[in-house]
Structures are given as C-alpha cells and as structure tokens.
C-alpha cells in the first residue's frame, strides 16, 4: 500500500501540534514541511506521522513531533540564527531548524547515525547544516557563539561548555534530570551576562553521554 504521507503531515499539524498550543506560524510551517517518514527506519515509515517518539537504530529515539515542535518554538527562531543541536540523531530536529534560521550545527556522538543523517541532508539539499562527530557536552567552540542550543540528550545538568559558548542574548533548551525515565525540559535564557532558567514541561529523553554528561 502506498501511503499519502504529505495527508499525514498535515493531520499531524492540525491534530498533534495546534492544539496543543503550537502556535508560531514558521514552526507549524517547517513542521508540515520536512518528511518524518524519511528520517525514522524502514520498518516504522508508516508510523512516521504518528503521536509517539520511534526508534531511529543504535537505541536511540526521534522525539514524537510534540516534543520537536514545543522546543523548537522554545528558540523563538526568526531566520537570521546561528544554531548548535547536540544529538544528531535521525537529523530530523536539525532539519526542522533548517528551515528557520540561518546555519544549523549539530554534533553526534554515535558514527552510524551521523552518517546516515548526513546522507540525508545531502539528498534533502539541506546545504546550511554542518555535522560532526564528537562529544556533544563539549559544544563546537569554533563556530561559537551560537545564538540558539538544543540538546536532544538528556543529562544530570547543564554542560557548562554549552553555556558559554551560548551568545548574549542567546537561548537554550535542553531535558536535564537525575533519572533516567523522567527529566524536565528547562529554557536558558542569557541576556545582559544574566542567565535564568525556566522548566517548559516533563519530558523523557534518551541519555547525554560525555565528558559533561552521564558516563558511557
Ligand atoms: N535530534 C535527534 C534525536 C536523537 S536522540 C533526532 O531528531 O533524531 C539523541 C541523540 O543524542 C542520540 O543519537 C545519541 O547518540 C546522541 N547523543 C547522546 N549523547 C551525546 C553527546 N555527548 N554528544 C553528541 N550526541 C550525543
């Protein structure tokens, strides 16, 4: 059976996200744009569009499109951002803030995916996202300072390398929590050498492992 996917993306819209007060118009917009189906494996293609996280290979997990949606609009993203993710993953998120902001920097610390996702960007021509392989909770102090960070791992706390390679003004969002099935997602914002924290919603991430994450 062939699918219609572009059918379900828009019910994903309407249904998923609306409301559930997503609300920025770009968000709504790069949300029923990027195909999900083409980032989650094979075998859960059909699912793509569904109200869940799936598997993505190697343990890991694409967030349900709630999760992607609410934290991308957490950035507040206008179009002219340098923004860093750290967990490549699928390379769905990174897709989705592709579409609106200026350059995507994203970090995996898992080879396989970081290929397959790079793949992908080439053949999406998602030509303003650079990948690297490495320790996330380190950041990527080249190209900082970032105006916007999203962590798609969670860890025991903030990795003090992300903060300050975080531009003033800037903004992050990132899951932190001491247990493993449960974690808040906290919004960071950095603003006159300030910064303040604010929890948006329970979340469940998979682990942020690294040198300021959870231990391998
Ligand atoms: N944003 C991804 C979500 C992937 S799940 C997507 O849209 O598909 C989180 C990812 O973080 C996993 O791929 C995991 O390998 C990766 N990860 C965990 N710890 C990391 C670290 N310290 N640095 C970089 N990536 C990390």
């Keep these: 059976m062939r699918h219609n996917y572009e059918k379900a993306r828009e019910r994903m819209v309407r249904e998923q996200l609306m409301p559930r007060g997503i609300t920025d118009p770009r968000v709504l917009a790069a949300m029923n744009t990027v195909p999900r ?5 094979d075998a859960f293609e059909a699912q793509a569009y569904g109200d869940h996280p799936l598997p993505i290979g190697e343990g890991q997990t694409i967030s349900q499109p709630y999760i992607v949606a609410l934290m991308t609009q957490a950035l507040n993203l206008k179009g002219h951002e340098k923004v860093l993710e750290i967990g490549t993953g699928s ?24 290929i397959g996702a790079r793949k992908l960007f080439d ?8 990948c690297r392989i490495d320790d996330g909770t380190l950041g990527w102090q080249e190209h900082s300072p970032y105006d916007a960070i999203m962590v798609t791992a969670a860890g025991p706390k903030v990795p003090e390398p992300l903060l300050t390679q975080l531009a003033d003004p800037g903004v992050m969002v990132i899951p932190i929590g001491m247990e493993r099935w ?9 603003e006159q050498g300030q910064t303040s924290e604010r929890v948006i919603e329970q979340v469940r991430f998979v682990s942020l492992i690294g040198n300021h994450g959870w231990q391998p």
């Design 182 to 190: 449960s974690q808040e997602l906290v919004l960071i914002t950095k």
């Design 37 to 41: 189906h083409l980032f989650v494996e």
């Design 123 to 130: 053949q999406l021509q998602y030509f303003n996202i650079l």
């Design 91 to 114: 390379g769905y998120q990174a897709a989705v803030l592709a579409q609106l902001c200026d350059k995507v920097y994203t970090v995996e610390r898992l080879k396989s995916l970081h």
